[in-house]
């Protein structure tokens, strides 16, 4: 979605009432990950807030809409340099809290990896890079070594592995700096739903493009 279809969306959802649908949250939702893939932080952070605002107030309640919105809003957080870790704690409650959704393996594995960039960026580098390492081990054993999800999180490793190496340190990647190179989707919200088939640069381009602090 190009940026100026995204604002035009944007504006439409602001009428009252009109993200207060299941529709209107899958709308909210797109444009939130839209903003996010073309790097508008604040946008996005607005748009993320408005989903997961809209999702809670669904009647009856849509427990799939919640998580998905609370997924895009985790990725969000981290890119914008928010406090990652304790979003994505909550998601991860919500996770295992949630009735049908509970057995979701991968969409926990995602969050889970999204927490590893956060913890090695907010708090210790060397358990972010424990907490991604065991994801690595799981799914080589469980998926393979040559499944999507399992290079995903490799990829990831690798690029977490340098973007830790040192305090305040963050990896050069000549597209980061780049609006012209979109940001890769992560599996599970509206632009990329499919959990068995990310983008193999979706988690390092996390660790690429989110700021570092020096914990």
Request: proline share 6%; aromatic share 4%.
């Amino acid at each position: 979605m190009p940026i100026s279809a995204a604002r035009l969306l944007q504006n439409l959802l602001r009428a009252p009432g009109s993200a207060e649908t299941a529709h209107g949250v899958d709308q909210m939702i797109l444009l939130a990950e839209a903003f996010l893939r073309y790097r508008d932080a604040a946008a996005a952070l607005d748009a993320a807030g408005r989903a997961v605002h809209a999702a809670e107030r669904l009647h009856p309640v849509d427990h799939r809409r919640r998580l998905c919105a609370d997924g895009v809003a985790a990725d969000i957080t981290l890119y914008t340099g928010g406090p990652a870790v304790a979003v994505y704690n909550e998601y991860l409650h919500q996770l295992t809290a949630t009735g049908d959704w509970a057995g979701d393996a991968l969409r926990t594995v995602y969050a889970q990896a999204g927490l590893a960039v956060a913890v090695c960026r907010e708090v210790d580098r060397d358990h972010g890079r424990q907490i991604l390492t065991g994801l690595c081990e799981w799914s080589s054993d469980a998926l393979g070594r040559g499944h999507a999800v399992t290079m995903a999180l490799v990829a990831g490793f690798a690029a977490l592995r340098v973007g830790c190496s040192g305090c305040g340190s963050r990896p050069h990647d000549p597209r980061a700096s780049d609006h012209a190179v979109p940001l890769a989707p992560l599996p599970g919200g509206i632009l990329q739903p499919d959990l068995v088939m990310p983008d193999r640069a979706s988690l390092a381009s996390r660790v690429h493009d989110c700021p570092w602090g020096s914990p």
